[in-house]
DNA sequence: CAATCAACCTGGGTGC
DNA sequence: TGCACCCAGGTTGATT
């Protein structure tokens, strides 16, 4: 999503905001950001974790975490609107950038360069930076007691992953989803994190996972649900063994992994 | 501090 | 058709 915002994106300015919904403004006032943003020109995109950020000349950033159901669309102005729609920016190209979520549970947040942004404050490394390491993620996980799954979910070991790709990566690493997190071996660490990398850029690469409503800047699916492994495959058979795959709860999420390969 | 769990929302699917 | 119930790519804040 990042990588499409980033080719369409710099050079325009926000030329006006249309508010369906204000719940979708997390911070500041939804007047304040209104002020903040009309008449800034977007120069940067880049990403953290899961939020997407837009870096404005005013060094003022929209941060925008899509929730469980939420997309970003760029839009001609006239375009037939979608469900759902909470957020527009009006482009001065005669584009829109429209905020679409259909739960609610997504949020943009407007801050400044120098502001300390409270969602990165606690966030672990980036899986896809060299600073990444098996020999951090060792350390990470080294003496906790609590379980791997909702470890590796909490965004403070490592930033990015969610329900879909951590299961993903565990697959691949053949542990069991209800392992605990500091009793991995060297070896296993070793696999995860390499799992994790290859997960997320083999997804990256697929255009995303459309399990549901994952859309992209253009509202398409994205490729990467049909090379799942484990996730929503309960009772289809596990693609290394054959045995079919289960879907149990880990941490109170859905979890889906292959009883045989995942010790 | 660490772990657990309800709460926030809307809609799709299933079984009776 | 209607209705109850379960499930869903996430995070946070209250409670153990």
Redesign the pocket.
Known sequence: MVRDLRARLPGRRITGVDIAFT?SIGYPEPRELVDRVVGQEIVTISRR??YAVLGLASDDRLIV?R???GSLLVRRRGDDLE??VRLTFLLDNDGELRFRD????GRVLLMHSGERA??FEKMGPEPLRRSFTAARLAGSLQG????LK??L?G?RVVAGL???YVDEALFHSRIHPRRV?GSLSEAEVGRLHRAIRSVLNAAIEGRG??????EDINGNAGAFQSRLAAYGRVGEPCRRCGWPIE?IVV????TYFCPHCQI
Do not use: V
Request: hydrophobic share 25%; proline share 5%; no cysteine.
């Open positions: 719940g974790g899961k975490h929730g469980m159901t469900s759902h259909m739960r609610k549970f409270l969602p906790r007691s609590g379980l909702p470890l979910l965004q969610g329900n879909i997190a996972t459309t399990f549901r409503s994952y879907r941490g109170g999420r859905g």
